[in-house]
């Protein structure tokens, strides 16, 4: 059974800095497409970043520039840095894992349970 845990969330203030992890586990970290997403109550979830099996990278044009996503195989672990925090940052973020290139939540076949980023003005 694949597993994906995130931490790392919680209160920053604008124009600062946040990094969350997702740990998977009880699959083969190396063969996933890991990819970003984030929801905010009452809207669809919203693709943010994802990182391929081979390295390559894709943003959301909102993020492009301020995010930065990263993969540490031997870890079984994929990380999303956020810079230049924004109010509009603020929404529960979820890791989730791909067989291939996906930016749509259909794409992805395992999911985290998320956790809380709060971006304060």
């Known amino acids: 059974q694949v597993q994906l845990v995130e931490s790392g969330g919680g209160l920053a203030q604008a124009g600062g800095s946040l990094r969350v992890s997702c740990v998977v586990s009880?699959?083969?970290?190396?063969?996933?497409?890991m990819g970003w997403f984030r929801q905010t109550p009452g809207k669809e979830r919203e693709f943010v970043a994802i990182v391929t099996m081979r390295g390559s990278t894709h943003y959301a044009d909102s993020v492009k520039g301020r995010f930065t996503i990263s993969r540490h195989n031997d870890k079984n672990t994929v990380y999303l840095q956020m810079d230049d925090l924004k109010p509009e940052d603020t929404a529960r973020y979820y890791c989730?894992?791909?067989?291939?290139?996906?930016?749509?939540?259909?794409?992805?076949?395992?999911w985290g349970q998320g956790t809380q980023v709060t971006v304060s003005s």
């Open positions: 989730a894992a791909a067989y291939g290139f996906a930016i749509t939540p259909l794409g992805y076949s395992y």
């Open positions: 009880g699959g083969s970290f190396s063969d996933y497409g």
